[in-house]
């Protein structure tokens, strides 16, 4: 059975971001899917909750589980999803975990001016669609620059699933995680503000920093983050696992142990 590989967008975007990894993956002949999660892309008019992101999450992981195993590839909001659901109560059939531009608890003073920022764009005559493009333009190659608006912008629910996104408990989930995983930042990410932390929740994980990009790391150097997936889908193939000496403490606390992992602020 060959690895089945599912995507988890980030906020305001949609599966189309993914455009340029699943034209790659379609000429490797890699199964892949990229999913939309409420409030975005084709289900812009549904409300988003954290429930419903989830469970959108587990029906692609058990369904493309049925054809082999899952490696699970998520970018920012997506990428916090992800490894909340790979690190929930139960272990879902998922063999390899790819957390891009997501290494940042979302909660406290850092989350709260990130939205502050978004509300303060939204609020622009053109909900700062203006400045958006310019940003695109300035950063983005043309082939892959269009994919992150060819679902739409989701820009109502864009607060609302900020909200939510601090609920979740990443601390205790990133360290119950025990397959292979890596963490793959831009060199001038601004969600890195965490990452010594979350590589202390995830001794095993693997850190990759793609030099000269930002947090738009999948579409500024699509070449290299294709690099990334041909890793994982190499190592899941060879049937590697975590190193049991290296997941960490507080990752398999043993029967009867109600020991969990801390939920420090950033």
């Known amino acids: 059975m060959s ?78 999803l992800s490894l909340a659901y790979v690190g929930g109560a139960q272990t879902p059939p998922v063999a390899g975990l790819i957390a891009a531009s997501c290494t940042s608890l979302p909660r406290g003073a850092g989350l709260a001016a990130y939205r502050a920022i978004a509300r303060a764009v939204d609020r622009l005559p053109d909900r700062g669609m203006w400045l958006t493009e310019r940003i695109l333009e300035a950063t983005i190659p043309a082939d892959t620059r269009s994919d992150f608006a060819a679902g739409g912008y989701a820009l109502d629910t864009q607060d609302t699933a900020l909200r939510n996104l601090s609920a979740l408990d990443l601390a205790t989930a990133v360290a119950r995680i025990r397959v292979p995983l890596w963490f793959v930042n831009g060199q001038w990410d601004q969600l890195r503000v965490n990452e010594a932390l979350f590589q202390r929740f995830a001794p095993h994980a693997e850190l990759i920093v793609v030099p000269r990009t930002t947090h738009l790391v999948t579409a500024m150097r699509p070449q290299v983050f294709n690099a990334v997936i041909r890793l994982a889908v190499a ?28 939920s420090p602020e950033p």
């Open 3 to 80: 690895v089945q590989i599912v995507f988890v967008h980030g906020i305001r975007t949609s599966a189309t971001m993914w455009r340029s990894q699943l034209a790659f993956l379609e000429e490797q002949g890699i199964a892949a899917t990229a999913v939309d999660l409420p409030g975005h892309g084709t289900r812009m008019a549904e409300d988003f909750t954290l429930h419903e992101a989830l469970h959108t999450i587990d029906a692609a992981v058990r369904d493309a589980a049925t054809r082999g195993p899952v490696l699970l590839v998520g970018h920012s909001m997506g990428g916090l």
């Open 235 to 262: 190592t899941i193939d060879a049937g590697l696992t975590a190193p049991a000496a290296e997941r960490g403490p507080g990752t398999d606390p043993g029967p009867g142990s109600d020991e969990q992992a801390a």
